[in-house]
């Protein structure tokens, strides 16, 4: 199947600053790339559709201005956690639409 | 709204004994349903959708509109199949996905 990468796989940030994290389609081209979070133990909530060359739909209560999402390419967008906070931490989860959503293996992100 | 129902967090079984991973969804439209599974440190992965009406690795799963359900069912476990397994559901034009809680799969000697 296609593959999809995250980098990066982890991070560790101090709080008020901001994280990028990258989702690439290696081996096929994307239009649509969505963006879920990960709480432990708990499922994949979707937070946003990212679709190339326009703006990203995001999904009702996920604060636009706090994860900014750019696809600015047909096989990578990026998802960037503006002044972060604990809260914030969390396992983040691409996918990308070819046939089915292909997943990502995931960035972990913790805020200290 | 869309929701997605797996009522179970654990289900443990004997390898060799019967598996039936429950799901059921809530749905205005026209339902597309598919699991997901994610073994350990691995990243999630489509198993099956009902539309393929396919058996993947044994496992199939019926779609059932009268009781809105979609559970996956397996007649023989085996070890290999201890993973968690995610019900969703596809809703709108945007192809996007509601996912269930999902249930981990553990499967004994």
């Known amino acids: 199947g296609a593959v999809v990468s995250q980098h990066p796989s982890w991070v560790i940030c101090k709080s008020g600053t901001s994280v990028k994290i990258e989702c690439r389609s290696l081996d096929f081209q994307a239009t649509t790339m969505f963006w879920y979070r990960q709480f432990p133990k708990q499922s994949l909530m979707l937070m946003a559709t990212s679709n190339e060359g326009s703006k990203a739909t995001y999904e009702q209560g996920v604060e636009k201005d706090k994860f900014l999402i750019n696809h600015a390419s047909l096989t990578l967008s990026t998802l960037t956690v503006t002044s972060a906070h604990p809260e914030d931490s969390s396992f983040y989860i691409c996918s990308a639409l070819g046939n089915e959503q292909f997943f990502g293996p995931g960035t972990r992100l913790t805020v200290l | 709204a869309q929701r997605v129902t797996q009522p179970e967090k654990l289900l443990s079984v004997f390898k060799g004994a019967p598996v039936e991973l429950k799901c059921n969804y809530s749905y205005s439209g026209s339902p597309e349903l598919f699991w997901y599974v994610q073994y350990s440190r691995q990243r999630l992965q489509l198993l099956l959708r009902?539309?393929s009406r396919e058996s993947i690795k044994g496992f199939t799963a019926d779609l059932n509109k009268g009781e809105t359900s979609f559970h996956l069912k397996k007649p023989f476990a085996q070890e290999e199949d201890s993973a968690m397994y995610y019900c969703?559901?596809?809703?709108?034009?945007?192809?996007?996905?509601?996912f269930g809680t999902g249930t981990r799969l553990q499967v004994t000697l």
């Open positions: 969703a559901l596809l809703t709108g034009t945007a192809s996007k996905l509601t």
């Open positions: 009902h539309i």
